[in-house]
């Protein structure tokens, strides 16, 4: 189950790589050799400002060849391979996770970057593809997990690591994929979002663990901060809430999580996380065994 157009890619073309993954990388090599002399390429400014004149040129080749591919699993790949490619080309901030711009650093070839990518993809599908995988079994939906169209009890097992709230924008820090193919980035539906949050004029109960940060650190609807933590807090509640409905009585739950710092203080939200499913006997504490790594 993932939300974003991105996420579903990976997971498809890690499951599912080209046939011939020597071949992949051998039409990688030619697209990458190809001198681009045209003028016009198409791409949005915003993008441009990021990876140059040249780049967007160069870019725009590589996006029509890889539309004129017919095989499904080769065009995903190179898709891929092309949206690795776009970071490390552009004048994006070395070392940052939010899309800061270098002024110092310009834009380097993308076409050397879409053959590194490319390479390292087929390294990565054939160390993935060691083991047989029974991927006829796996189905990849792209949806909102707090509304998944499934009977109550059928899921054996949850394994996720969910938002970090106010961390991390997925569409944010992937921004120049999102520009290179046009997707529609639906920040509103990302759990943990700190952007575009009206005033809720309902009372909200914040758990009880968390109370005095939405109260007092945050003035509850006062700031943005409060906004976006109630926001998140209310998303989780879903979370959970669906999970309960489709989890067996003797499924597993496991969740990827970690307590942070904010204002000097401790930010817990394994304690959190943990109360949240207590509420559900399934998640009983009898059942739920944090596991610590330093």
């Known amino acids: 189950m993932e939300l974003t157009p991105l996420g579903v890619l990976i997971g498809k073309v890690r499951l599912w790589p080209p046939a011939d993954l020597e071949q992949a990388v051998s039409l990688a090599e030619q697209l990458a050799k190809v001198h681009v002399r045209r003028k016009e390429h198409g791409?949005?400014?915003e993008l441009v400002s990021w990876i140059g004149q040249a780049n967007a040129r160069k870019l725009s080749y590589l996006l029509?060849?890889?539309?004129?591919i017919e095989d499904r699993r080769l065009r995903r790949w190179m898709t891929l391979a092309i949206s690795s490619s776009?970071?490390?080309?552009?004048?994006?901030?070395?070392?940052?996770?939010?899309?800061?711009?270098?002024?110092?650093?310009?834009?380097?070839?993308?076409?050397?970057?879409?053959?590194?990518?490319?390479?390292?993809l087929k390294r990565d599908c054939e160390r993935e593809h060691e083991v047989q995988w029974a991927t006829s079994l796996t189905t990849i939906v792209r949806g909102d997990a707090r509304k998944i169209a499934l009977p109550d009890g059928l899921v054996d097992a949850v394994i996720t690591s969910p938002?970090?709230?106010g961390m991390y924008d997925y569409y944010d820090v992937h921004r120049l994929t999102y520009l290179a193919f046009g997707w529609k980035r639906q920040r509103q539906l990302q759990i943990?979002?700190?952007?575009?949050?009206?005033?809720?004029?309902?009372?909200?109960?914040?758990?009880?663990?968390?109370?005095?940060?939405?109260?007092?650190e945050?003035?509850?609807?006062?700031?943005l901060e409060g906004r976006a933590l109630r926001d998140y807090f209310d998303g989780m509640a879903h979370h959970f809430k669906e999970i309960a409905r489709l989890i067996r009585k003797d499924g597993v739950l496991v969740y990827a999580l970690a307590n942070s710092f904010r204002r000097g203080k401790p930010f817990e939200l394994v304690e959190y996380a943990s109360g949240e499913a207590f509420n559900y006997p399934q998640f009983s504490p009898r059942r739920w065994r944090p596991i610590r790594y330093r």
Not at 64 to 68: D, F, L
Not at 218 to 223: A, I, K, Q
Request: proline share 13%.
């Open 64 to 68: 029509e060849n890889t539309e004129q």
């Open 163 to 165: 938002p970090y709230q």
């Open 218 to 223: 945050f003035r509850r609807e006062e700031t």
């Open 192 to 216: 943990g979002r700190t952007v575009d949050i009206e005033v809720d004029g309902v009372a909200f109960t914040p758990p009880q663990l968390m109370e005095s940060w939405y109260v007092d």
């Open 43 to 45: 791409v949005c400014p």
């Open 86 to 120: 776009l970071r490390p080309a552009s004048k994006w901030l070395s070392g940052s996770i939010i899309p800061q711009i270098d002024p110092d650093r310009p834009p380097t070839p993308i076409g050397v970057h879409f053959l590194r990518a490319a390479r390292q």
